[in-house]
């Protein structure tokens, strides 16, 4: 078929800048979900789909849904797309690029009047990040049809709940738990990888294999504060030199196996003075991997060396968990139909985990899926440095394209 992808990838990247100006913060890219500016881009995004030729809505939980027939009204949906809220001050490739380019491989069939045998549901989904509320993922859980009985419930800074943003901005709480998408065939989503790897690999592109579980715990180390000047250094017990050696023992597990990751990203100390011996220590921990078991196995084996050093320094520990999310494996089908779009365009059929969570991680309890990465220039996201060059733009989006082409629903 003779599309213009050239075009429809120049298209998409002046989008993208276009698509930043709604934001919640003059000067930065900052749009939360069911915020104001949340709303304008939802507006626009409906309008864009409207204008390729889409019917197009914004359902009772704030998700842009816009469906493309297929040669038969009400055939099977291959649904691609990615959230369009952000962190705060965001870079404004992360989920708007997904988004965006869903609907520039629409554009392309609507331009030439090409119906495949599927239709394509082109979706922005709201809340993937969880900014604003103690949730994440609203948007893609609705859809999914797992929105949990207290979504609704949650609240922002401000005491504002879910569903009391949801009627500010139009949408509907009570149906929010009826918004499940119905004859959808498949989830893809196009994605910044977020992460240094394919760039460390020359690569524009990458299929997604797994989506890293996570497990997250608050440590808690108990020592005995006492005078720094008069308490010898092997009568101690120190609970940040306990802590601190506990960390390295996290850093050692994870560098022991191949894709798991561990961060400790927060370190508290008290009673915190130059010339008192730290009682008490609080660490976070975050372990990631693609596969549950090792996940699980890893947090096990962290457990048992801060035990050991804990006994030894002569310390208490306590590991608490506040956080545990199961891996997702990205369905065969999908992946296969990404190598060959990727092998058919010359490209390396390349495949890694990704370390963050995803909507399609979600969607996935509704229907097969699968993710395509795209290099991010120095593994940057999150910040307005975000990147991606106009070629890597337009390969992403021609494999895209392909997928969705020869797609076999």
């Known amino acids: 078929m003779d599309l213009d992808t050239a075009g429809a990838a120049s298209r998409l990247m002046t989008r993208l800048d276009d698509f930043s100006a709604f934001t919640d913060e003059p000067g930065k890219l900052t749009r939360l979900y069911l915020s104001p500016s949340y709303r304008a881009a939802c507006d626009q995004f409906a309008k864009w789909a409207v204008e390729a030729g889409m019917s197009a809505r914004i359902d009772a939980v704030g998700n842009v849904r816009a469906r493309y027939e ?159 000047g008069c308490v010898p250094m092997d009568l101690r017990r120190d609970a940040v030199a306990a802590a601190a050696e506990m960390i390295l023992a996290v850093e050692a597990r994870a560098k022991a196996e191949p894709d798991l990751v561990a961060t400790v990203g927060r370190l508290e100390v008290e009673p915190g003075a130059v010339n008192v011996i730290p009682g008490l220590a609080r660490f976070s921990l975050d372990v990631r991997s693609p596969r549950d078991e090792w996940r699980r196995r890893a947090v096990s084996d962290i457990h048992a060396a801060a035990t050991q050093i804990a006994a030894r320094r002569h310390v208490e520990t306590v590991m608490q968990p506040v956080h545990e999310a199961p891996a997702y494996v990205c369905d065969a089908r999908i992946v296969a139909g990404f190598d060959r779009a990727l092998t058919g365009m010359g490209l390396p059929a390349f495949h890694l985990p990704s370390g963050a969570g995803h909507d399609t991680m979600v969607m996935g309890a509704l229907a097969p899926a699968g993710m395509l990465f795209v290099r991010c220039a120095g593994g940057v996201s999150h910040n307005p440095a975000e990147s991606i060059t106009g070629e890597d733009g337009a390969l992403a989006l021609a494999a895209l394209t392909r997928f969705a082409l020869e797609f076999k629903g």
Do not use: C, W
């Open 70 to 228: 297929g040669k038969s009204a009400g055939a099977p949906a291959l649904m691609i797309g990615s959230h369009i809220d952000t962190v705060r001050d965001a870079g404004r490739f992360d989920g708007n690029l997904g988004a965006l380019a869903a609907l520039a491989v629409v554009e392309q069939l609507a331009e030439k009047g090409i119906r495949l045998d599927h239709a394509l549901e082109v979706v922005a989904i709201g809340d993937e990040e969880g900014v604003r509320f103690s949730t994440a993922m609203t948007g893609s859980r609705a859809l999914a049809g797992g929105l949990s009985a207290t979504a609704m419930e949650a609240k922002d800074k401000q005491g504002v709940t879910v569903g009391e943003a949801l009627k500010a901005f139009g949408g509907d709480p009570e149906r929010a738990y009826s918004a499940r998408a119905r004859g959808v065939a498949a989830f893809v989503e196009l994605h910044i990888e977020q992460g240094p790897v394919l760039e460390a690999k020359g690569l524009a592109l990458g299929v997604v294999g797994a989506i890293n579980g996570a497990t997250r715990m608050l440590v808690t180390v108990t020592g005995l504060a006492g005078h720094a």
